[in-house]
């Protein structure tokens, strides 16, 4: 019986040993017990950048399929990452980067016309677009958008523009209700034209280039409202325009 006892306590002892060489020796060398790092801020940074980064950091990476954009950033630049800058983590974690895509995505231009100026900022930056210049005209609308522009051009709803373009905006000053005699264009180069129609107070409408016979490339040979016409100041002003026949 003493023998049996003096063996039942040996075991007991080894196990105890065992096990407190177990937890506090080899779990924390298994598990780098204590060894971390802080996750570098790469906000910014390049892809590879912040892949030479996180190398020196003893940290791996991994980039997440679904990308973001930023004009602000470069393409492949790091929008996000996880987990968070300053973040402390063991030596080896994998950081996951969202990055900036090399092209912006397309969208499709919302109706601005006829919208009141205090409602276009609002629905701009809910569509990630910015406002642009903001050119007023004569129209009894005061500060209701009347024309919608991207790179000088108007673009109708539903034109597909990049994410983050300026849209520049013809706005109405409120003075829209003089009464105003449409000019002669007649024959008019298409430069001299619009001149003449700002100069009037009134504003540029479509131009329908048109092959004709009887007038010079370049001239004016159609108007709508024809000349001497009562029309409001800010009246569009439609043309037509002899282009070269071919």
């Known amino acids: ?5 003096i063996n039942l306590f040996i075991v007991i002892g080894i196990s105890v040993l065992l096990g407190f060489l177990f937890l506090k020796v ?22 590879e950048e912040g892949k030479g980064i996180l190398e020196n950091a003893s940290l791996e990476y991994e980039v997440s399929v679904d990308s973001g954009f930023s004009t602000d950033q470069k393409p492949y ?28 995505p397309m969208l499709k231009m919302p109706n601005l016309v006829n919208t ?17 210049d903001i050119v007023y005209v004569p129209d009894i609308g005061i500060n209701v ?13 539903g034109f597909e523009i990049p994410k983050g373009a300026r849209i520049d905006l013809v706005v109405g000053d409120g003075l829209g209700n003089q009464i105003l005699e449409v000019p002669s264009l007649s024959n008019m180069d ?42 409001k100041t800010g009246e569009l002003i439609e043309l037509w325009i002899s282009k070269e026949n071919f």
């Open 26 to 47: 080899y779990l924390p060398m298994y598990t780098n017990h204590g060894e971390t790092v802080s996750v570098p801020n790469l906000n910014g940074y390049t892809f």
């Open 190 to 231: 298409e430069i001299d034209a619009e001149f003449l129609i700002l100069g009037s107070g009134l504003r540029v409408g479509n131009k329908n280039f048109v092959e004709n016979d009887t007038v010079a490339a370049g001239k004016i040979f159609k108007q709508s409202p024809p000349a001497g016409t009562q029309v």
């Open 77 to 104: 630049a790091v929008l996000k990452q996880f987990p968070e800058a300053n973040s402390q983590v063991k030596t080896g974690r994998k950081v996951y980067l969202t990055l900036n895509a090399r092209n912006a």
């Open 145 to 157: 958008v009347l024309e919608q522009k991207y790179r000088g051009v108007n673009v109708p709803e």
């Open 1 to 5: 019986m003493k023998k049996v006892l």
């Open 116 to 132: 009141p100026l205090k409602n276009v900022q609002e629905i701009l930056s809910n569509m990630g677009l910015e406002r642009g």
